[in-house]
């Protein structure tokens, strides 16, 4: 006998986001549970709510480790949704687009949907135009993942998921931790590990979407800049063809705040046209494996600034070319086309296939670790 989905619409962030009146205390920084919604076999996904003490806060749900709403203040402290979220539990179910889960084991595409490791060749489910993408259709997004909370001025949310030998192609029982940490410093922290029984490949990366408007126009206007002197140009079906191509002289020139519409729609330029706008990775300029700024971004009418961290050797950019205002958000907001943009941290694509790329082999006895930082500010 199956049980019916269980709904629970998100409660509109207007009314927690707004300037706070004077005599109201604010809530107190910490992590609380609620029942997000329950699955037709009778799983049941939870919400999890972090604040810090400044009003920021950030919703994360274990089904996925979607990223479901992130508050950040405006210039004159109004706290905002800066993150495309859906309304309810049934809409993350229905396997919507990535608007901010895990992705893995793979992040981004691997081409022809097939690799080979250590003379042994694995076929992978294609769900991309005969590639796979972001770990196949029953990805890390589409699982539930053990949560434990952590409270406190700095709260924390760690999940966990072991993602078995042969689970969508891939070999190797994999053991997956990403902790979500909401810092006093209104930075939203996500640290990966994880570690193998055989050697695999792992890519591991969060696809939130971002609009620091507080989800009141596209990001066209928003001023984007990467720390990245070259990029990784494709083929017709985003497969990256093994060049490392310098950005300058280009429309991926973004070593300079750059409105992100400025050379968008390029009329001269394939990658334009593969991508539909931009959806490519850029290769920082610091080859390093510390923790650095990768890029910022800025929106000139709420003031919102983003600076983001990284330990990974690259960044997709991803100006959501596919959205059509199909789906709707918190609030009912239509999520239209480049309604967002992902900064999706990671290794490059289809590293499997290119040796000139650098590795995401991960071998047993090693342990896989990652961290990304999005720091929010305003000015």
Same mark, same amino acid.
């Given at each position: 006998m199956k049980i019916a989905l269980f709904l629970l619409p998100l409660l509109s962030l207007s009314s927690m986001t707004s300037n706070p009146d004077p005599n109201v205390i604010k809530p107190k920084a910490g992590i609380s549970k609620t029942l997000f919604g329950t699955f037709p076999d009778g799983r049941e996904a939870d919400l999890?709510?972090?604040?810090?003490?400044?009003?920021?806060?950030?919703?994360?749900?274990?089904?996925?480790?979607?990223?479901?709403?992130? /508050?950040?203040?405006?210039?004159?402290?109004k706290q905002e949704d800066v993150v495309l979220g859906l309304s309810s539990f049934s809409d993350y179910a229905k396997g919507t687009p990535s608007l901010g889960p895990i992705?893995?084991?793979?992040?981004?595409?691997?081409?022809?949907?097939?690799?080979?490791?250590?003379?042994?060749?694995? /076929?992978?489910?294609?769900?991309?135009?005969?590639?796979?993408?972001?770990g196949g259709p029953k990805g890390?997004?589409?699982?539930?993942?053990?949560?434990?909370?952590?409270?406190?001025?700095?709260?924390?949310?760690?999940?966990?998921?072991?993602?078995?030998?042969?689970?969508?192609g891939f070999p190797g029982d994999l053991s997956v931790e990403v902790r979500y940490t909401l810092q006093k410093d209104n930075a939203l922290r996500i640290d990966y590990k994880a570690t193998t029984d055989k050697a695999t490949?792992?890519?591991?990366?969060?696809?939130?979407?971002?609009?620091?408007?507080?989800?009141?126009?596209?990001?066209?206007?928003?001023?984007?800049?990467?720390?990245?002197?070259?990029?990784?140009?494709?083929?017709?079906?985003?497969?990256? /063809?093994?060049?490392?191509?310098?950005?300058?002289?280009?429309?991926?020139?973004?070593?300079?705040?750059?409105?992100?519409?400025?050379r968008i729609d390029d009329p001269n330029d394939t990658q334009i046209?593969?991508?539909?706008?931009y959806?490519?990775?850029?290769?920082?300029?610091?080859?390093?494996?510390?923790?650095?700024?990768?890029? /910022?971004?800025?929106?000139?009418?709420?003031g919102?600034?983003?600076?983001?961290?990284?330990?990974?050797?690259?960044?997709?950019?991803?100006?959501?070319?596919?959205?059509?205002?199909?789906?709707?958000?918190?609030g009912g907001v239509p999520y239209t086309r480049r309604f967002g943009v992902c900064l999706e941290t990671q290794h490059f694509p289809d590293s499997p296939n290119k040796p000139n790329?650098?590795?995401?082999?991960?071998?047993p006895g090693d342990t896989y670790i990652s961290t990304t930082v999005y720091k929010f500010s305003a000015k």
């Open positions: 999890f709510s972090l604040r810090n003490d400044n009003g920021m806060l950030a919703k994360i749900t274990n089904y996925g480790g979607y990223l479901v709403a992130l /508050t950040a203040p405006d210039k004159s402290g992705i893995g084991r793979f992040g981004n595409r691997i081409g022809n949907a097939k690799f080979t490791l250590d003379g042994k060749e694995y /076929t992978l489910p294609a769900n991309n135009n005969g590639n796979t993408l972001h890390f997004d589409k699982q539930i993942w053990k949560a434990t909370t952590i409270d406190g001025k700095e709260p924390a949310l760690i999940l966990t998921y072991l993602s078995k030998d042969g689970e969508e490949v792992v890519n591991l990366t969060n696809h939130a979407y971002f609009n620091l408007s507080g989800l009141k126009q596209d990001v066209l206007n928003s001023q984007l800049m990467v720390k990245a002197d070259a990029f990784l140009p494709t083929d017709e079906k985003q497969i990256p /063809t093994g060049e490392i191509q310098p950005v300058a002289g280009t429309p991926f020139d973004f070593t300079k705040p750059t409105a992100i519409g400025a046209k593969y991508g539909k706008g959806d490519h990775c850029w290769v920082f300029t610091d080859k390093s494996k510390s923790l650095k700024l990768g890029a /910022t971004l800025y929106e000139p009418t709420s919102r600034f983003m600076e983001m961290y990284t330990t990974e050797p690259a960044v997709q950019v991803y100006t959501a070319n596919n959205l059509n205002g199909k789906l709707t958000g918190i790329f650098p590795t995401t082999v991960l071998r």
